[in-house]
Nanobody
Framework: QVQLVESGGGLVQPGGSLRLSCAAS????????MGWYRQVPGKERELVAR???????NYANSVKGRFTIFRDNAKNTVDLQMNSLKPEDTCVYYC????????????????WGQGTQVTVSS
């Protein structure tokens, strides 16, 4: 089993910054991708940013230029630096990781964190 533990959410004023952190632990052979999704109640979970093997990154158009994703492969962590936050960024943010628990592809699974609330409001 693999656990993803998130931290760093909270309340911030519009234009402010927050940094989310996520640490993976457990039965990890390697991690192919780590990233962040977010979800507003009643809507589908959407990709915010992800970083894959080789450090290639993808960002949602709505956060490009404002959010930056960082990954530490040695520590199995992924951070999301969020700047110039807007009220529409308010929702629950989920860390995710695609993890190999062994040397074969049969051990690959996607894991999710419990979610951390980000609220942007004056």
């Amino acid at each position: 089993q693999v656990q993803l533990v998130e931290s760093g959410g909270g309340l911030v004023q519009p234009g402010g910054s927050l940094r989310l952190s996520c640490a993976a632990s457990g039965s990890i052979f390697r991690i192919d991708a780590m990233g962040w999704y977010r979800q507003v109640p009643g809507k589908e979970r959407e990709l915010v940013a992800r970083i894959i093997s080789g450090d290639a990154t993808n960002y949602a158009n709505s956060v490009k230029g404002r959010f930056t994703i960082f990954r530490d492969n040695a520590k199995n962590t992924v951070d999301l630096q969020m700047n110039s936050l807007k009220p529409e960024d308010t929702c629950v943010y989920y860390c995710y990781a695609v993890v190999w628990s062994g040397a074969t592809s049969s051990t690959v699974r996607a894991y999710w964190g419990q979610g951390t609330q980000v609220t942007v409001s004056s």
